[in-house]
């Protein structure tokens, strides 16, 4: 994880929570996998959700980390942190 850390691509984020959200991205883009909030209650199987390359929480106004389930390399994790360098 050490190796996440020490990215390119986070070495400008002055935000704590920019840097976390960034790292947590970086180890989906690298190993892919499902990241849930401690304080999200899960009352249903995720399992329907891994047979999609991306799926994660968005509304009308923003795309929410709090359950994110990626295959490894996604494209669309690539493209929203990029978001992060703006």
């Known amino acids: ?12 984020l002055q935000i704590r929570h920019h840097v976390t959200d960034a790292v ?5 883009i690298k190993y892919g ?6 304080d999200v209650f899960v009352v249903r199987s995720l399992r329907p959700l ?3 390359e991306a799926a994660m929480y968005c509304n009308d106004d923003y795309f929410g980390n709090q359950m994110l389930f990626f295959h490894k390399n996604a494209r669309f994790l690539r493209l929203y942190l990029q978001t992060y360098r703006q």
């Open 33 to 38: 996998g499902v990241y849930v909030d401690r």
């Open 24 to 28: 947590r991205l970086l180890a989906l």
């Open 50 to 52: 891994l047979h999609y």
């Open 1 to 12: 994880m050490f190796e996440l850390t020490k990215s390119n691509e986070i070495r400008h």
